[in-house]
């Protein structure tokens, strides 16, 4: 009769150890819906653990005083267990909202830098930009200046030549051909201006776009670097 209350003891003790790691583990793999499960797990466990206990107290007492207090002490280290069991309980749910929390300010954080990552890119498409703006206004006037001096170089090219057309008439065939000696040394300086003004506009126009490309360049950078940010941060928050 010992042997086999002792059996039975232990085995409904192990029933009731059962159910807790069940609930422990479903408690430790269920984040989203955590408390509510925790505290349908403590009630399933506190009825089961009374239902137990009535049937240990309902069992027949055919045995003698020795067997009652052995009795008495496993369901005191069975009371015991279910505290112990509550307690591990309530611990994992209080890691659970921790863990929810941490998790919430962590996706604070990451909302915070995407922003401030979206800020700074609008801020250098703006710069990017009035800085466009600027050089298309400069190469406007520039372009403008340069019209108005070719004008002028007509107009004063024109006048000259009516003036050496006057007095190519009035002078001798010496003069006329030092005329034209004149007339070639100019028209050499003119196309050496003309060429100097197009290496000018070459030049500024290879400017213009090296300065784009590095304005691209730099901006492709700070996209790369922040989507490596992101990624990392992204790899943490899985770890």
């Given at each position: 009769m010992r042997y086999n209350l002792q059996q039975q003891q232990q085995h409904q003790q192990q029933q009731q150890l059962q159910p807790t790691a069940e609930n422990c583990g479903a408690m430790r793999h269920s984040s989203s819906s955590g408390s509510s499960s925790s505290k349908v797990a403590a009630k399933s466990l506190v009825a089961h653990s009374k239902e137990k206990e009535k049937k240990v107290s309902a069992f027949p007492n055919?045995?003698?005083?020795?067997?009652?207090?052995?009795?008495?002490?496993?369901?005191?280290?069975?009371?015991?267990?279910?505290?112990?069991?509550?307690?591990?309980?309530?611990?994992?749910?209080?890691?659970?909202?921790?863990?929810?929390?941490?998790?919430?300010?962590?996706?604070?954080q990451q909302q915070k830098l995407q922003q401030q990552t979206l800020q700074q890119q609008t801020l250098q498409q703006q710069t990017l930009q009035q800085q466009t703006l600027?050089?298309?206004?400069?190469?406007?006037?520039?372009?403008?200046?340069?019209?108005?001096?070719?004008?002028?170089?007509?107009?004063?090219?024109?006048?000259?030549?009516?003036?050496?057309?006057?007095?190519?008439?009035?002078?001798?065939?010496?003069?006329?051909?030092?005329?034209?000696?004149?007339?070639?040394?100019?028209?050499?300086?003119?196309?050496?201006?003309?060429?100097?003004?197009?290496?000018?506009?070459?030049?500024?126009?290879?400017?213009?776009?090296?300065q784009t490309l590095q304005q691209q360049t730099l901006l492709r950078s700070l996209a790369a670097a922040a989507a490596i940010r992101d990624n990392a941060k992204q790899k943490e928050t899985k770890n």
């Open positions: 055919k045995t003698h005083k020795g067997n009652k207090r052995q009795q008495t002490l496993q369901q005191q280290k069975l009371q015991q267990q279910t505290l112990q069991q509550q307690k591990l309980q309530q611990q994992t749910l209080q890691q659970q909202k921790l863990q929810q929390q941490t998790l919430q300010q962590q996706t604070l600027q050089q298309q206004k400069l190469q406007q006037q520039t372009l403008q200046q340069q019209k108005l001096q070719q004008q002028k170089l007509q107009q004063q090219t024109l006048q000259q030549q009516t003036l050496q057309q006057q007095t190519l008439q009035q002078q001798t065939l010496q003069q006329q051909t030092l005329q034209q000696q004149t007339l070639q040394q100019q028209t050499l300086q003119q196309q050496t201006l003309q060429q100097q003004t197009l290496q000018q506009q070459t030049l500024q126009q290879q400017t213009l776009q090296q």
